[in-house]
């Protein structure tokens, strides 16, 4: 429970594999783009084409210049603006860096449940390591209502301010020591969380883990990606050249768009360290000052 940020804590790495997996596979690299690789493009925003029920989402990107397309990945946005009987970008266009508007097909997150919810053994190991993500992105939300819980039932114990004599309470430490005490003094709602937690993520590693015994070392499905989030123009590496970023306004949603998947890092977010002590959790879910004023607004009630 203290409150310096860890950069490199359980719940972060959760996340980077994760990400690493199923969300932008592309390693970063330095580099910088050749011409016999690399396509020049002034894209100023995304647009996602639901297959099922064609609605679409319009993403602005953060204009900063152009972004370098992999010739692999342009080629492809070349054949779904054919598909689509749209004009695309020639060689005279991209010289004159004219707009271009990068086109998604995939599922939107009102479509995808019921049409990814198949018995399919691909996507199936998908949405069960999905939904173990939002396990352990859950987990610490849950422990954080449990403490604050805790301390208001505590509070609720002290009537008197000669019950807190023995601490400092002009400070900030001595205020944040005493939240913490309060905290520590009964764990017995963060306790459950954690056993909730273990029990449901162990059983979904379980089965997954029993799923990919038969599966090849990669294969395609459909994943959800933030309408957010960054995205690099190039699926071998990521770099400042070939990303591009969504306007800060933009609202996520999140978008099913088919890809590849590999085996060998879906194990490596299986097998990555978890939560497994209520301690850790604490530490992991972190400090709030919100509580400190919690505290200052209970003990100004009998200050009076
Ligand atoms: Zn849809």
Known sequence: MENQVQPENITNQ???VFNYAFVESAPYSFFVPKKEKYVAVHVTKKIYTCLA???QIEVKYHEAGVVYFSK??????RAVYEKKGLPFLDEKDLQAEKEFIYQETGYCEQCAPELLLTGDVKQKIYNICQEIHKEDEFLLVAAKVCMEEQLKKWLKTIT???QLIQYDLSSYNG???LVCAAILDDTTGVEHCLISYKNKTEKMIA????LLRTMPAKWSIYAAKSTAIYESMSDEVYHEYTVVFPEKNTIPQDFFINRVIEKIRIEMFLKQNRIFSVEQLMLEAGFETAWLDLLIDHIAT???
């Open 207 to 210: 089965d997954t883990e029993q």
């Open 160 to 162: 008197n301010s000669s």
């Open 72 to 77: 692999d990945r342009f080629e492809k946005q």
């Open 14 to 16: 959760l996340l980077n």
């Open 302 to 304: 009998f200050e009076k």
């Open 53 to 55: 029920c064609t609605r």
């Open 175 to 177: 205020l944040k020591d």
